[in-house]
């Protein structure tokens, strides 16, 4: 610590900068009797360094509460840690430069495990310089004693004392620091990885206790999986917003993709009914209840199923009110069998006479089997509709007057339009 007292010393003494030829020897002298006072008071406060440390720690007792539970759980590693840090301290005063790397390594580990342990920086920093001011006061009381004299020529030292307690704090906080940046890391990372778990229906039963604790969500609850696709990252949150009804507790987690929203849905199923259209483009699908987080994956999966029949355009997809859909594109083979064999002739026509077939069948259904409603929304008349249905029954071999067929015909358009190549 008495570097810059030297470093003032030689450049006072330079004859370039200095107008008064006697003012230097002055300087000179009253650094020199400075440093001999703080060396002096330094070797008496090494040996009464384990007193010294006793009255640290019981000023930490009482005036930093962070460290008393941190003294109650580990009161020996505690005294030896402040001993350590007091040791470096006083060493500085003797042989700044000798022990400058060790009391910074010191210091540093201190900012590190004090991270690692969760105490707040702030209690940490306010510690060191209660140490600060400790040792200032010993340095003060030990010259008071020995030499009541001399006690003005601290003076000359204090910078370079409240110099070194400045710099350590600057090494404690960088330490705390990067060490705090790294456990938000691994904790991130490690709720990432017991989400991924839960959605891909890999998680570990032992590990669902942990998973509980870091989502928040409790183990035994109902949940259900929402699943977003197609939003644009400046309205991800706005798609998620919509995605959860309000008043419900949600864990999300990116996806490659999608995003999946784990849902805490409680005591009835009716709350997922609320779930809104997000933004334009944006496609939810919103999965069946199930029982409990170890069924997660199989709610994610009920939520794929439901995301895949969603519009490419954009909209909200419940599963539980699109199943015959769901059953289709839960077989993908068998939905394609399905189409080919119930809609080949028809789809082996001409283009435009094909999607005119097509979209008869498909308004015929959408209207309950209304020749005149689906006349209103084709623009054409009821009998052309009716003209047109009969060729379709000509084509398939089936009747639309037999509801066996009218099922086989409905989940053949499904599949076509879920499972076009």
């Known amino acids: 610590m008495h570097r810059a007292v030297r470093s003032r010393t030689a450049i006072r003494s330079g004859p370039a900068i200095v107008p008064h030829p006697r003012t230097p020897r002055v300087r000179s002298l009253i650094d020199a009797d400075a440093l001999r006072v703080l060396h002096r008071a330094a070797r008496a406060m090494m040996e009464e360094l384990p007193d010294l440390t006793d009255r640290l720690v019981a000023v930490l007792q009482d005036q930093e509460p962070a460290y008393q539970d941190a003294l109650a759980r580990d009161p020996a590693g505690i005294w030896q840690e402040v001993h350590r840090s007091l040791r470096h301290s006083v060493s500085s005063l003797l042989d700044p430069r000798g022990v400058r790397d060790a009391a910074r390594r010191c210091s540093w580990t201190i900012g590190a495990a004090r991270a690692e342990q969760g105490l707040p920086l702030d209690a940490v920093l306010h510690a060191f310089r209660l140490g600060g001011a400790l040792v200032w006061q010993g340095l003060v009381e030990e010259t008071s004693r020995t030499a009541p004299e001399d006690v003005r020529l601290l003076v000359h030292v204090a910078a370079d004392v409240w110099n070194f307690v400045d710099e350590h704090c600057g090494v404690v906080t960088e330490a705390y620091r990067q060490v705090e940046r790294q456990l938000t890391w691994r904790r991130e ?7 991924g778990a839960l959605l891909d229906g890999t998680s570990r039963i032992s590990d669902l206790p942990e998973a509980s604790e870091a989502l928040g969500l409790p183990e035994q609850g109902r949940y259900a999986v929402v699943a977003v696709a197609g939003a644009q990252p400046s309205s991800g949150a706005a798609a ?5 009804p309000p008043g419900l507790r949600a864990h999300w987690h990116t996806g490659a993709d999608a995003d999946y929203g784990i849902v805490l849905v409680g005591d009835g199923d009716a709350v997922l009914s609320r779930t809104n259209p997000g933004p334009a483009g944006t496609r939810i699908g919103v999965g069946s209840v199930v029982e409990g987080l170890a069924a997660v994956g199989d709610a994610r999966r009920l939520a794929d199923t439901a995301l895949s029949i969603c519009p490419p355009d ?4 419940r599963l539980a009110e699109h199943l015959p859909a769901a059953l289709v594109v839960s077989s993908p083979g068998l939905g394609r069998t399905l189409a080919h064999r119930v809609l080949g002739p028809l789809l082996r026509l001409e283009p435009a006479d094909r999607d005119v077939l097509l979209d008869t069948l498909v308004a015929w ?3 309950d089997g209304s020749a005149q409603r689906a006349g209103e929304r084709l623009y054409c008349h009821r009998n052309t509709v009716l003209n047109r249905l009969r060729r379709c029954e000509q084509l ?7 509801p066996g067929d009218v099922v086989e015909i409905d989940l053949a358009l499904t599949a076509h339009r879920l499972l076009a190549d």
Do not use: K
């Open 314 to 317: 954009g909209g909200v997809v």
């Open 189 to 195: 990372n490690r709720v990432r990885l017991l989400t």
């Open 396 to 402: 398939t071999g089936r009747s639309l007057a037999r």
């Open 240 to 244: 998620r917003a919509a995605a959860v």
């Open 365 to 367: 259904l959408a209207c």
